[in-house]
DNA sequence: ACCTGAACACCGTTCAAGT
DNA sequence: ACCTGAACACCGTTCAAGT
């Protein structure tokens, strides 16, 4: 049968997503192709049809999966200070597991229900600890996260030191400033 | 000849730049084919290889020179906080003329010599009259920068308000807690 | 239900040929 | 010197056909 001639299993979803996240982990976003991934999977190109619409839909999974994963620190009671840097240390982490996705990402924000990631009730529940008025939440939110965002795709895209101690030092500076600045 | 027969002048560098970044500004950068671009200037798509070694060197050309179009504010011997706004400012207002192709830019640092920009010598200037120490200069500076990228990527993706009062004053509170920050 | 081959409309780019 | 047509090696995707 068709199925067995070259591959023991059918395809699944998860093969696929796998799969498509692994090529552009290896060779950033430009190098996955429905026909390289197709091809990494002994499979013909068309039947990755089957399973998914087309490949942007497929490069939504694949990013929503990824982002789902982020790991949040919980509220552990901490002053607000040491929480927002817990935050900003967990989003930065995350980040360097899968830097060409988050790169992609960053460029192409409509691919994700960015505003349901649990990130922003964490962000909202330590601005309010750190006593930021309501009907400023929003706006000081979105000043922090391109903050923060921008650091690690600045990171992400080399432009910062090759050395990690230094990066690391410029990011508790970037933290320094935030909190301080608040 | 085959000249006159499609256009009446000979193809130019500028000409082709030109047509380039309007495709980008118009349509993003996915737009851009060197094979519409071609159709755009009534020339074969081959016709571009005799001017541009490919399409990527085209895009350094198309961003460099944009980029170099960037207007720095002169030392008018204000107190820094005012000058760093100021500069904040311009890159702000420059990039909201060229979204696309600064999106671009953004996620493609490699194309850009950004160092040689001038953008980062006024900087250093600034930074020093706030009093920063010389071998905190570049970390301090690679903070700022990826900040006030990250916002202005932020706005130029659709993640901030579309309300643009709203959106000078998310600015203004971004300065404001890099100023306060420092 | 799942897979496939042929085909279509696009790419960027090379090369040999035209004026 | 500048332009061009045909060709090559890639894309994503549709559609009708196979098991």
Redesign the interface.
Known sequence: MAVSARRGSPLSREEIRATALRLVDEGGVEALSMRKLAAELNVNPMSLYHHVDNKEALLVEVCTNMAERLHLPPDDGTPWQEQLRALGRAYHEHVRAHPALW?YV??H??LIE?RKLGLWEVLYRILRAAGVAEEEL???S??L???????I???V?????DDPD?ID??FE??M???????
Do not use: C
């Not at 895209?157 to 030191?161: F, I, K, P």
């Open positions: 790169a960053h460029g924000p409509e960015n929003r706006r000081t979105d000043v996260h391109a903050f923060v965002t921008g650091f795709f600045s990171e895209q080399g432009h910062m030191s230094e030092r410029a500076q970037a320094d400033i935030i909190v301080k600045g608040l």
